[in-house]
């Protein structure tokens, strides 16, 4: 999403994975490779900010279905 606001982000992450016991999230450092891997936090979301590497705000999280 194109928002750092943890209502539209982190918050709907974790209801869809309270919600569903057929979804599970990825690492996604398991999926991307290079420069991006410095932008993936602890939890494992691809987030991007202003402030690092002037890029626009963007939060990206990898979901699958077992």
């Given at each position: 999403?194109?928002?750092?606001?943890?209502a539209e982000?982190?918050?709907v992450v974790t209801d869809v994975l309270q919600g569903?016991?057929?979804v599970?999230?990825?690492d996604?450092?398991?999926v991307l490779s290079g420069a991006a891997c410095a932008?993936?936090?602890d939890a494992g979301a691809l987030r991007t900010q202003p402030h690092r590497g002037g890029l626009d705000?963007?939060?990206a999280v990898r979901l699958l279905r077992r």
């Open positions: 999403v194109c928002t750092t606001m943890r982000n982190e918050e569903r016991a057929d599970l999230r990825q996604a450092r398991d932008f993936v936090d705000g963007f939060y």
